[in-house]
């Protein structure tokens, strides 16, 4: 048996550059962390006692012979492609799916390294990403970028790169006090709207054709957040200041971004002190982040007593396997 934990991401500055039909022309890169929510993926291979072959269990219940009768597009694809049989695996997670926070990309990380685990083979942090975007972007043909896999497989407080050849990951140092002043401004709260997030994908990378000015904008704001965390000297509400300021760029990208009650309630955690904030994800629903100072909390959590507050803290693991249990298998009884 494997056990997988992967955390879950959010993105402060730059989504939208990380899709290759603009950072094949113009660069592109982010500034995100991980933070202490997770995902756990537990696989084992499946005992010979059952008139079925492979047992899923995520928000569904799948029992099937053929792996082509596999409702779940990721896990189909990565068990053919993988060459994976006779499997019980089961999905848990801290956190709602279609949330804003790259919750299928941290379950397909989580999955992969699971995978590669039951057959004995290693994989580092890099293969885990890469092999997770061609899962998600090639095999599942799912719209959207790359950070997601990237951030939930390397985990911590990143700046990430993204060219024509390549990525980059680039831990952001910032002064430990700082970073915790930083924690302790950011306040998480569940809009309770969710949506598929390749569906407001489709819609943003069609839009992006001619919003290459608000996504350059965008990818400028990366060099001024991480001045800010990493100069001492400067003012740490600016980081909140920015953060309006990108949510107000990114919702001219497309209408499907954001909805009238996300609107209502960006405005009342402003009126109540927030300094800045953002939806986080591909826009449609899911968590608002703000930078709110301390004496203002109580203030914000009331003007939006509707929604579920969720605190947390920042995480820099990445996914790891927190438990390994090797079995015999024979590859002759896989089917």
Not at 26 to 47: E, I, M
Not at 239 to 262: E, M, V
Request: glycine share 8%.
């Amino acid at each position: 048996m494997i056990i997988t934990q992967t955390p879950f991401r959010m993105s402060f500055f730059g989504g939208g550059t990380d899709f290759a039909g603009f950072y094949n022309e113009h660069g592109g890169a982010v500034l995100s962390t991980t933070f202490d929510k997770y995902c756990y993926v537990t696989v084992r291979h499946l005992p010979p006692f059952f008139d079925y072959k492979t047992h899923l269990t995520y928000s569904k219940e799948e029992k099937v012979n053929e792996l082509k009768d596999i409702n779940h597009p990721a896990i189909r694809n990565a068990m053919e492609w993988l060459d994976m049989h006779r499997l019980r695996l089961t999905y848990e997670s801290d956190l709602p799916a279609r949330s804003g926070l790259g919750t299928s990309s941290s379950f397909a990380v989580g999955m992969l390294s699971a995978f590669y685990a039951l057959k004995g083979k290693y994989a580092d942090k890099r293969k885990l990403a890469d092999d997770a975007i061609y899962l998600e972007r090639t095999l599942c043909a799912e719209a959207g970028g790359i950070q997601d896999q990237i951030a939930a497989s390397f985990g911590g407080f990143n700046r990430i790169n993204f060219s024509k050849d390549g990525y980059s990951v680039h831990p952001v140092i910032i002064n430990p006090e700082r970073k915790k002043v930083l924690n302790a401004n950011m306040m998480l709260f569940f809009t309770g709207f969710s949506r598929f997030s390749s569906d407001i994908q489709k819609t943003t990378e069609k839009s992006m054709k001619d919003k290459t000015q608000q996504l350059i904008a965008m990818y400028e704001l990366v060099d001024k957040a991480e001045h800010i965390l990493t100069d001492k000297h400067t003012d740490l509400d600016d980081f909140g200041r920015l953060l309006d300021y990108t949510w107000q760029l990114k919702r001219g990208i497309s209408s499907g971004i954001s909805t009238g009650p996300i609107d209502e309630q960006y405005q009342k955690a402003m009126q109540a002190g927030a300094i800045g904030g953002k939806l986080l994800g591909a826009g449609g629903g899911g968590f608002l982040l703000f930078y709110v100072p301390k004496e203002k909390q109580e203030s914000v959590k009331k003007a939006l007593s509707s929604l579920l507050y969720v605190p947390f803290s920042f995480e820099n693991e990445g996914t790891k396997i927190i438990y390994y249990g090797p079995e015999e298998y024979s590859a002759e009884n896989k089917e």
